[in-house]
């Protein structure tokens, strides 16, 4: 069990020392936020943006997966320049690039520029992103200080979804869909205005980095998403589906190839035999596959279904942002205690409880009898899970690999969110072929029963890979 004592010769850090390290996580979680959030507060003014710039609404998608492409292609290279050109380098060059498309966002003209914003802004994410998460376990070592830290930045990062539908829906209502990224500009803006007072400066490995494998990586990584979001829309028998997908598997088994042999790689396989590494790994892909398909089918049976506006929908989940905050602090404290295992698998459990209340949802159903036990519970489990698997995802992890092991799990996190939310959103849709209210609640229904069992192997998975293993 973790202990919070100071290493011999040294003076634990008073509340007084402390301050500024907790400036750090303020900072920090920020662009965690933006970087969560760039996803659900686009999506609450999809419409409107379709509406104004003429996007037919086949290809609205794109302005989503746009992002979530690059965001996810590009991370594992972000989390290895973290620790190879240092962590708050990498981490500003990430924000100002975000913060600069976001500025092109707010101001495209046309379709294919606001696309190129997004794409610009996945990349900056999967810069920041990872060096965000090395620099906060640089700030606190393991121990109760860590967990607390971790505490407030997952809480952050796993409300940042809820909150985002809502802010997008307001922002959306009162001004223009324009208003929803000059709030991410403003908010960049001030993260970038505090680096270099409150972070951490450092330098990198200086090793090299890795490019053969980066370039791999990379571009298999790209493709599959890709590949993968187009045969939700175009079909699996579509060329450039399986063209993508075919090149992906080539890339991506050249990167494995490459980096059993390559002196200094991108990213060291043997982290894999790390159990905790592994465990939040499985726990990612599972955790952000069941939450993205409830907050990508949750708004259109709101608004489909029961007649809900933008901004009530939004409003339903909110509660969502604030249990998770709650419940993902209360997971920080107790962590040193029951270690990271019981968070995980009590965490995912209670998502798939929740879940399955969303899967009982009627056709006319109501608010608090509902909707609102499923968000609650749900919301509790996300906490739990998130600050767990979190912290999993670095222990035992050499301090200079932090960057590339915070890259992986993000990996995890957006491919589950990705590939796995695309899965079950073609599922739904294979379901609900007859486009009746019935059917389509039907579809909503089995994607939710699926992600209920996903979870449930994730959960088995999870303790098979950590049975025996010590608290942490």
């Not at 409150?198 to 980066?214: E, F, I």
């Amino acid at each position: 069990m973790s202990t919070d004592i100071a290493p011999a010769g040294t003076v634990p850090p008073t509340d007084r020392e402390d301050k500024p390290r907790w400036l750090a996580v303020i900072v920090l979680a920020a662009a965690l936020a933006l970087d969560a959030g760039g996803v659900a507060v686009v999506n609450a003014a999809l419409p409107v943006i379709g509406a104004d710039l003429g996007i037919a609404s086949a290809d609205l998608q794109w302005t989503m997966t746009s992002y979530a492409v690059t965001f996810a292609g590009f991370l594992l290279f972000g989390g290895r320049a973290a620790d190879v050109l240092g962590r708050r380098t990498v981490f500003a060059i990430g924000v100002g690039l975000f913060t600069l498309a976001t500025v092109m966002a707010a101001l495209a003209p046309v379709v294919w520029v606001l696309m190129v914003a997004r794409a610009l802004q996945g990349v900056g994410a999967a810069l920041s992103g990872p060096a965000s998460l090395a620099l906060l376990t640089e700030l606190f070592p393991e121990g109760h200080r860590r967990n607390r830290a971790l505490a407030v930045y997952t809480a952050v990062g796993a409300s940042s979804f809820s909150a985002g539908v809502v802010i997008g829906g307001v922002l959306t209502d009162l001004f223009s869909w324009r208003a929803v990224f000059v709030f991410n500009v403003l908010i960049g803006l001030v993260v970038l205005a505090a680096i270099r007072s409150v972070l951490p400066g450092g330098r990198g490995s200086r090793q090299p980095l890795d490019a053969v494998g980066a370039t791999a990586v990379t571009g298999g990584l790209l493709l599959a998403v890709f590949g993968l979001s187009r045969a939700g829309h175009e079909g699996w028998a579509d060329p450039l589906t399986l063209g993508s997908l075919a090149v992906s598997v080539a890339l991506l088994a050249g990167f494995v190839f490459w980096e059993l042999r390559a002196p200094n790689p991108l990213l060291s396989l043997s982290i894999f035999r790390k159990p905790t590494v592994s465990a939040a790994t499985v726990a990612a892909v599972v955790f952000f596959t069941a939450v993205l398909a409830v907050l990508f089918f949750a708004p259109l049976y709101l608004q489909g279904l029961l007649g809900y506006t933008p901004l009530q929908s939004g409003l339903a989940i909110l509660p969502m942002g604030v249990i998770v905050v709650v419940s993902s602090n209360i997971a920080g404290r107790v962590m040193a205690r029951v270690g990271q295992r019981p968070l995980m698998i009590t965490g995912l459990l209670l998502i798939g409880a929740g879940v399955g209340l969303w899967a009982l949802t009627p056709l006319a159903g109501q608010y608090w009898a509902h909707v609102f036990p499923a968000v609650v519970v749900m919301s509790v489990g996300q906490g739990v899970a998130f600050a767990g698997l979190t912290a999993a995802s670095l222990t035992g992890v050499p301090q200079d690999e932090h960057g590339v092991a915070g890259g992986l799990n993000v990996t995890a996190q957006q491919l589950g969110g990705s590939v796995g939310v695309a899965a079950l959103v073609t599922l739904s849709a294979s379901v609900s072929v007859a486009g009746t209210p019935e059917a389509v609640l039907a579809g909503y229904h089995t994607a939710y029963l699926a992600a209920v069992a996903l979870l449930l192997v994730g959960v088995v998975a999870i303790a098979v890979l950590l049975r025996g293993a010590r608290r942490s």
